[in-house]
Each structure stands twice: as C-alpha cells, then as structure tokens.
C-alpha cells in the first residue's frame, strides 16, 4: 500500500515568508507526527496529533510555528515569517497507536531559506 | 527527562566486518518502547526493530541482531558480515508510556561499509 507522502520534496523562500508542508499519513493511522531534521540538532520531535484529541505540542520551537490536521488525515506545518535557522528537512510519520508502534516516515521535505 | 546516546559518531568497516552500533538511554519510565531506524543515503527513515521494556530476549533478523540490557541501560546493534548495502545513518529511539509516542532519537551514527 502507499506510504506515508509530503509535498513539496524542496522548498526555497525568502527570509520573512510564510511556509506551508503538507504530509499525507497511510490510510488508517490514526497517530501522526511532525519531526525536523537539521546538521546542528539532529532529529527532533515538533508536534503529534492523535485521533481527535488535543495535539502535543511541546516540540514547536515557537509560536512562528504551528499544525493542523484535517478530518484525522492530512496534516499541514505552516512556518510563518521565516528564519534562516528554519533551514532543515521536515519529516512527517504516522502509525497505528501511539507509544507501542513503530512509526512510518515520509521522504521529508527539504527547506532552505536564505 | 529521556536521553538516547549513541557515542558512536561514525564508523567505517570493511565488507564482511561484523560491526555494533551502540546506544544507551535514559528515561525514569518504567515502561517505553526502543527502536533503530535506518536513514540511506536516499533520505527516507526504515524502520529496523522495535522493543519493550519488559521484553529483553535478544533478537535475531537475517544478519541483523539486538540486545537490549535494562542493567546498562543499552540497546546496541549488530551486523553480521557487513556489506556495502548497510551504509548508512543508524538512530536508535526511546518512546516512554505517557509520551504520546514521539520518538527521542540519539545523534545517530554513519556507518561506512567499503567493499
């Protein structure tokens, strides 16, 4: 079956600009997430949403960030204002459960800002 | 808080070379979840293995092997007769119970098989 998606692959903006990456889970994880991968932190966790509950959003490193997830299935991470430091690749996985289950990545999305 | 090290930053191996990754975590859970993930150089992470706290049989898998020791706190893994196939960045990840699930990777570590 198909796995989990996210668009675009590369983005490029301009310092200040808005931001939008959109991750598409597998059909029927109802647990997705938001991980950003860059040289200087590694992988770190953003934010997850699980079925209807309220999203976990401990990982957002500040209010330029933020998520949604619509009708349980597709998510969209929208970075306002832009900063160099945004530069890294976003990664989206989804799964079954939450604690117990492996998690599915997508490719990433690559973004630079410069 | 919840910690994943893998003091290993790279490793470079001779095809065939048996090699082990190591990781070590810390969590005050007393139950979580361990995981390896693989990252080739295509980007896309693979999942590899996953473990439970109460659980530390070892594990087999082909040439792939796990032991997880709850008194060293370490979840390492190893490959067997390596092959320039496995190059690659392995993570290790700590999931705790009441976390949500969100994965805690270590720093990964870049394996290097040259034929």
């Known amino acids: 079956g198909a796995g989990v998606s996210q668009s675009p692959s590369n983005k490029v903006t301009e310092k200040g600009k808005d931001v939008e990456l959109r991750c598409d889970p597998i059909?029927?994880?109802?647990?997705l997430y938001w991980y950003r991968q860059s040289l200087g932190q590694g992988l770190e966790f953003l934010i997850y949403?699980?079925?209807?509950?309220?999203?976990?959003k401990s990982g957002l490193p500040s209010d330029r960030f933020s998520a949604e997830r619509t009708g349980g299935s597709v998510s969209t991470l929208t970075i306002q204002r832009t900063q160099q430091e945004d530069s890294a690749v976003y990664l989206c996985?989804?799964?079954?459960?939450?604690?117990?289950?492996?998690?599915?990545f997508g490719p990433g999305t690559r973004l630079t800002v410069l | 808080a919840q910690k994943v090290t893998q003091a290993q930053t790279e490793i470079s191996v001779v095809e065939k070379e048996d090699v082990t990754l190591d990781c070590v975590y810390e969590?005050?859970?007393?139950?979580?979840?361990l995981f390896w993930y693989k990252q080739p150089p295509s980007g896309e992470l693979v999942f590899l293995i996953r473990?439970?706290?109460?659980?530390?049989q070892n594990e087999i898998s082909g040439r792939y092997s796990w032991n997880f020791q709850k008194s060293t706190s370490s979840f390492n893994f190893t490959i067997t007769a390596s092959q320039v196939v496995d190059s690659a960045v392995y993570f290790c990840?700590?999931?705790?119970?009441?976390?949500?699930?969100?994965?805690?990777f270590g720093q990964g570590t870049e394996l290097s098989v040259k034929p």
């Open positions: 996985a989804s799964s079954l459960q939450r604690e117990s289950s492996e998690q599915f």
């Open positions: 059909s029927g994880h109802t647990a």
């Open positions: 949403f699980q079925g209807n509950s309220a999203p976990d």
């Open positions: 969590t005050r859970d007393t139950t979580y979840y």
């Open positions: 473990r439970n706290s109460f659980d530390e």
């Open positions: 990840a700590l999931s705790a119970l009441n976390q949500g699930g969100k994965l805690i």
